[in-house]
């Protein structure tokens, strides 16, 4: 997408782009959905730096500094925050090694009637929106049952759904499934126009169910 409005801008070949991650590739579980990413990245000149992660910014010099030693100047840094749970978890004393231990089929914690769902919660699973509707549906789906004492709960499936931006309008799609099998795998959907209905239809029936919007 920056690609895109940097040409737009008409001013591409003047930038460069370099994405920095910390994974060994761009969807571990989805070897073909990588593929289509480096391939992408190649295409249109964006260099991917897997398997470092960026250590600290030096704002003075306008300078990223990766685990490795590695400087890297930039104009304009774009970066996801490290994840980790508010103080107020770690207060609770409910944290080992900065997450929550849950059981990752029922997310219930190690406190009797306490649940976690989201980025705090050690499923093994991707923080990332999607799975976290997953796990509180399997959280509702327990509670319901135990308050009524009826019917079986439904565990948390690790499966999730994520859109990818390929730029020109056009979408991919991957579906993963933590779960399932002995290691996790993804299902890749090549990127096209049509999937960009898909994706708005994703995020706006869940505006609609969540918030009513």
Same mark, same amino acid.
């Given at each position: 997408m920056l690609h895109d409005y940097l040409v737009k801008r008409g001013v591409r070949e003047a930038c460069e782009i370099n994405f920095v991650l910390p994974l060994p590739s761009p969807v571990p579980p989805s070897p073909e959905t990588s593929r289509a990413l480096v391939s992408a990245f190649v295409e249109r000149n964006i260099g991917f730096i897997p398997g470092r992660r960026v250590a600290s910014i030096d704002n003075a010099r306008k300078v990223a500094i990766l685990d490795d030693g590695v400087e890297m100047q930039f104009d304009l840094f774009l970066g996801v925050p490290k994840h980790r749970v508010p103080d107020v978890v770690i207060a609770s004393g409910m944290t080992e090694n900065g997450w929550i231990t849950v059981n990752p089929r029922t997310l219930e914690t190690n406190y009797a009637g306490v649940y976690a769902v989201g980025d705090g919660a050690n499923t093994g699973t991707p923080k990332a929106g999607v799975f976290a509707e997953g796990a509180a549906r399997a959280v509702a789906s327990n509670l319901i049952v135990k308050l009524s004492n009826s019917g079986t709960a439904k565990q948390y499936d690790g499966f999730g759904?994520? &859109?990818? =931006?390929?730029?020109?309008?056009?979408?991919?799609?991957?579906?993963?499934?933590?779960?399932?099998?002995?290691?996790?795998?993804?299902? &890749?959907? =090549?990127?096209?126009l049509a999937l960009r209905a898909d994706k708005e239809h994703f995020g706006s029936s869940r505006r609609a169910r969540w918030f009513g919007m």
């Open positions: 759904t994520c &859109y990818i =931006e390929f730029g020109g309008g056009r979408i991919g799609k991957v579906e993963v499934d933590f779960f399932s099998g002995p290691k996790p795998t993804g299902t &890749y959907h =090549e990127a096209s």
